[in-house]
């Protein structure tokens, strides 16, 4: 071997063993630090030893979590009743001869947003009929008298129309109440979250000025911390999003189901009382 062979081999060696002691130097030093409290596997003793700014913004981001959570669990469980409700409704609706035995059945069967709108229909056809009939006394003695009983008719069927579409609104509101705390969680709590992170990287900052040394264990708590904020952040964001968006879907197919309802009970009452 050469001289040139053997000073190129000594360089070689010369840069792969310090390079793997550096290695294995990191990996006993990681296995030191892993037994120490400050590195914090345990999430609540690192929570504990947190900064004031830290717990609150933890604390902040619990709420708006278990807020949102109560809200998706009461959701679900209403629109699955409404939807048991409205099957119900249609069924007992397209069944009858009557408008009266709809009217019947339509307090078992309140969580559907279909009773409301025909509620209203109902009653502004109703009241349009009394009108009629007490505007009209001379087609009452007939009848009274062996005659034949007139058809009843409506004034106004626009005015029935307003009636289902003031109902419909009433009943889209009711559906999404609650609902929008969801995007407000969604858009808001990973800021707040990025304030907690930002918060950690500044007291790991402030962590090394103080000590004068960028070892690990004086980094790690802040940015344990940081992390921390961030976890707790996407954890209530996440679930806000994915459930504000079914959500607002569902809401969308029962409001389609409302306008299918009042083009329905429009044209019943188109050719029963004009």
């Given at each position: 071997?050469?001289?040139?062979?053997?000073?190129?081999?000594?360089?070689?060696?010369?840069?792969?063993?310090?390079?793997?002691?550096?290695y294995?130097?990191?990996?006993?030093?990681?296995?030191?630090?892993?037994?120490?409290?400050?590195?914090?596997?345990?999430?609540?003793?690192l929570?504990?030893?947190?900064?004031g700014?830290?717990?609150?913004?933890?604390?902040?981001?619990?709420?708006?979590?278990?807020?949102?959570?109560?809200?998706?669990?009461?959701?679900?469980?209403?629109?699955?009743?409404?939807?048991?409700?409205?099957?119900?409704?249609?069924?007992?609706?397209?069944?009858?001869?009557?408008?009266?035995e709809?009217?019947?059945?339509?307090?078992?069967?309140?969580?559907?947003?279909?009773?409301?709108?025909?509620?209203?229909?109902?009653?502004?056809?109703?009241?349009?009929?009394?009108?009629?009939?007490?505007?009209?006394?001379?087609?009452?003695?007939?009848?009274?008298?062996g005659?034949?009983?007139?058809?009843?008719?409506?004034?106004?069927?626009?005015?029935?129309?307003?009636?289902?579409?003031?109902?419909?609104?009433?009943?889209?509101?009711?559906?999404?109440?609650?609902?929008?705390?969801?995007?407000?969680?969604?858009?808001?709590?990973?800021f707040?979250?990025?304030?907690?992170?930002?918060?950690?990287?500044?007291?790991?900052?402030?962590?090394?000025?103080?000590?004068?040394?960028?070892?690990?264990?004086?980094?790690?708590?802040?940015?344990?911390?940081?992390?921390?904020?961030?976890?707790?952040?996407?954890?209530?964001?996440?679930?806000?999003?994915?459930?504000?968006?079914?959500?607002?879907?569902?809401?969308?197919?029962?409001?389609?189901?409302?306008?299918d309802?009042?083009?329905?009970?429009?044209?019943?009452?188109?050719?029963?009382?004009?």
């Amino acid at each position: 071997m050469t001289a040139l062979s053997q000073r190129r081999a000594h360089d070689v060696a010369g840069v792969v063993l310090p390079t793997l002691g550096y290695y294995l130097a990191l990996q006993v030093q990681g296995a030191a630090g892993a037994s120490e409290p400050v590195f914090g596997r345990d999430v609540v003793g690192l929570i504990a030893r947190s900064s004031g700014v830290s717990k609150v913004v933890l604390l902040i981001l619990v709420l708006f979590s278990v807020v949102s959570w109560a809200i998706i669990l009461y959701k679900l469980w209403s629109f699955r009743r409404a939807e048991r409700h409205t099957a119900s409704f249609l069924d007992v609706f397209r069944r009858s001869s009557k408008f009266s035995e709809v009217q019947a059945v339509c307090r078992g069967l309140n969580a559907s947003p279909l009773v409301g709108i025909f509620q209203s229909g109902y009653t502004e056809l109703t009241v349009q009929l009394r009108q009629a009939a007490s505007g009209n006394p001379a087609a009452s003695s007939a009848a009274g008298a062996g005659g034949a009983q007139p058809r009843p008719t409506i004034k106004s069927l626009p005015a029935v129309d307003r009636a289902l579409l003031r109902a419909a609104a009433v009943e889209v509101n009711r559906l999404e109440r609650r609902v929008p705390f969801l995007a407000t969680t969604a858009s808001i709590t990973p800021f707040i979250g990025l304030f907690g992170t930002v918060w950690g990287i500044m007291s790991a900052f402030q962590g090394i000025a103080q000590v004068g040394s960028t070892n690990l264990a004086v980094v790690a708590p802040g940015i344990a911390e940081a992390l921390i904020a961030t976890a707790a952040g996407l954890f209530a964001a996440i679930p806000a999003v994915y459930f504000y968006n079914l959500f607002a879907t569902r809401v969308k197919l029962f409001a389609s189901e409302m306008d299918d309802f009042a083009l329905e009970f429009l044209n019943i009452a188109e050719r029963n009382f004009t």
